[in-house]
Nanobody, 116 residues
Framework: QVQLVESGGGLVQPGGSLRLSCAAN????????MAWYRQAPGKQRELAAT???????NYADSVKGRFTISRDNPKNTVYLQMNSLKPEDTAVYYC??????????WGQGTQVTVSS
């Protein structure tokens, strides 16, 4: 059974930093493309950052230059380092995995709140 378990969310002041982690089980992690999505209250879920199995990255314009996605294959974990956080970054952040052949999985989400 595939599981994606996120951690690292919380409350942070504007300008602060957080690092999200997503630990994956039940897949060959090194072969999977991973991503972080987020969903703010009353808004649709949107893509924040992606990382391919080869390590290529891509970012939404709204987070470019502030967020960094990375992966540690031996630990089966993908990270999202978030710096210079803004109130508009407040959302539930979801880990996403595409394991090929139409197999895609979601984590349960972790809340990030940016507020003074």
């Amino acid at each position: 059974q595939v599981q994606l378990v996120e951690s690292g969310g919380g409350l942070v002041q504007p300008g602060g930093s957080l690092r999200l982690s997503c630990a994956a089980n039940g897949i060959i992690f090194s072969l999977a493309n991973m991503a972080w999505y987020r969903q703010a209250p009353g808004k649709q879920r949107e893509l924040a950052a992606t990382i391919t199995r080869g390590g290529g990255t891509n970012y939404a314009d709204s987070v470019k230059g502030r967020f960094t996605i990375s992966r540690d294959n031996p630990k089966n974990t993908v990270y999202l380092q978030m710096n210079s956080l803004k109130p508009e970054d407040t959302a539930v952040y979801y880990c996403y995995c595409y394991a090929g052949l139409g197999r895609e999985y979601w984590g349960q989400g972790t809340q990030v709140t940016v507020s003074s």
